[in-house]
């Protein structure tokens, strides 16, 4: 299979699984807080680690275990962040989660990533994840600012409104193509508009009654 072939879009869920950091620098720590924030089990291997690291580990957050890597590290791992200053180390992470059939991710490094870290937009429950395939980093973070433009707040509530609507109208018995109409207008661009103006007449009026 040739080399060239894009890279599969997944959403994973991470609560509760186990995720290896190898390295304990500034990157490692901001791909811990990635990882963390999504309910990863996150263990870290690294002899060294900056402050916000320790203080993760003191309060339980995180396992950092204060040693050198072991290829045996990441066995039962669902993925792994190769994070060290060593090219020769992370791409012994590498070699041991291929070995193992454990994905991996080797921080700038795309020849040693089975997966990379899309720039992503967050509306709340919406996420919009933006990827080139490695080629151009640049250009997804040029088109995640965009995008942020595009999307606002006030999606958000949008979402949270339609997640609202959606669970009421499962609840009731309806014909099943009815219900799927009914869902597809919903979502519509006509559909947000009507949200929006009701959202901001309803946003006028309670800062209209703060100054009262």
């Known amino acids: 299979m040739s080399g060239d072939l894009p890279f599969f879009p997944l959403m994973l869920r991470l609560q509760d699984r186990r995720c290896l950091v190898v390295g304990g620098g ?13 309910g990863a089990r996150v263990v870290v291997v690294s002899p060294r680690a900056v402050r916000q690291i320790q203080q993760q580990a003191r309060a339980g957050l995180i ?7 072991s290829a045996r590290d990441v066995e039962g791992a669902l993925l792994v ?13 590498f070699r041991a989660c291929r070995k193992r059939g454990v994905l991996c991710n ?4 795309p020849e040693h990533c089975d997966f990379f870290y899309p720039a992503v937009v967050r509306r709340g429950g919406l996420q ?4 080139t395939n490695g080629s151009s980093p640049a250009l997804a973070a040029r088109l995640r600012r965009e995008l942020e433009e595009q999307f606002g707040p006030e999606w958000v509530f949008w979402l949270q409104h339609l997640g609202r609507t959606r669970r009421e109208l499962f609840a009731k018995e309806m014909p099943t193509e009815a219900r799927r109409q009914r869902l597809i207008t919903m979502a519509s661009a006509e559909a947000f508009k009507t949200f929006m103006r009701e959202f901001n007449r309803q946003k006028s009026a309670k800062r209209g009654s703060v100054k009262a």
């Open 63 to 69: 396992v950092w275990r204060r040693r050198a890597f």
């Open 106 to 109: 080797a921080v700038d490094d």
């Open 128 to 131: 919009i994840a933006i990827s």
């Open 26 to 38: 500034e990157v490692a720590a901001a791909k811990i807080r990635g990882l963390w924030h999504h």
């Open 81 to 93: 962040i190769a994070a060290t200053s060593c090219s020769p180390v992370n791409e012994a992470v």
